[in-house]
């Protein structure tokens, strides 16, 4: 597709499910990229994967969190045994690898409530 | 952290120029000042990046000053739908380094 493409776009779960969020990047971007943003606060990094090189999964808040990547493809961000505190909209982005000033597009976001 | 400050909000006139300014007193000489977009349910939109010189696209101009320690986004002709929360960034010159957000500076376009 032509831009970044997330699903579920809103997703209701109960305390203590486990949930999977998809993320598909802009054809040919290598580098991709997690963030969570709670209601009226800021965009917190996840996690990032550039190519073949191990993830930073510096922002990634609990052992509940955690996130894979097949490839230069599809991302799953996946958060067990969902809490209260994880309801937010979880933002991906991607960037193709270039020289310099590698510009970063974002999706429309997944929305988690967590009831 | 962000390396960077912006004022929380500021109201602009529709058809005004909104001047939005940046400061990066500790910006390096391989970063580059990245501006994005938030508006209300949306993902951020990119908007316009720099390293010294200013820039301008079909969406706005970036002003650098000589001394890379402050910028200005510049919307030429503010129109309601630029109402959004408006980031700026700094970020290495080279590789896919995350961005890393502030809080930005909330602009309201006033009909």
């Known amino acids: 597709g032509a831009g970044v493409s997330q699903s579920p776009s809103n997703k209701v779960t109960e305390k203590g499910k486990d949930v999977e969020l998809r993320c598909d990047p802009i054809s040919g971007h290598t580098a991709l990229y997690w963030y969570r943003q709670r209601l009226g606060q800021g965009l917190e990094f996840l996690i990032y994967?550039?190519?073949?090189?191990?993830?930073?999964k510096s922002g990634l808040p609990s052992d509940r969190f955690s996130a894979e990547r097949t490839g230069e493809s599809v991302s799953t961000l996946t958060i067990q045994r969902t809490q209260q505190e994880d309801s937010a909209v979880y933002l991906c982005a991607s960037s193709l690898r270039q020289g310099t000033g590698n510009t970063i597009y974002f999706g429309e976001g997944s929305w988690l409530t967590v009831v | 952290d962000a390396k960077t400050t912006q004022p929380p909000s500021m109201d602009c006139a529709e058809g005004r120029a909104a001047n939005l300014p940046c400061n990066h007193s500790?910006?390096?000489?391989?970063?580059?000042v990245y501006w994005y977009r938030q508006i209300h349910s949306q993902g951020p939109q990119y908007i316009i990046h720099?390293?010294?010189n200013n820039e301008t696209n079909e969406m706005a101009s970036l002003i650098i000053t000589e001394d890379r320690k402050s910028s200005t986004l510049i919307l030429p002709h503010a129109t309601l739908r630029d109402t959004a929360v408006y980031y700026c960034i700094v970020r290495p010159h080279s590789g896919n380094t995350p961005l890393v957000f502030g809080k930005g500076t909330r602009l309201s376009v006033i009909a």
């Open positions: 720099g390293l010294k």
């Open positions: 500790t910006i390096s000489g391989n970063e580059y």
């Open positions: 994967f550039q190519g073949n090189s191990a993830p930073d």
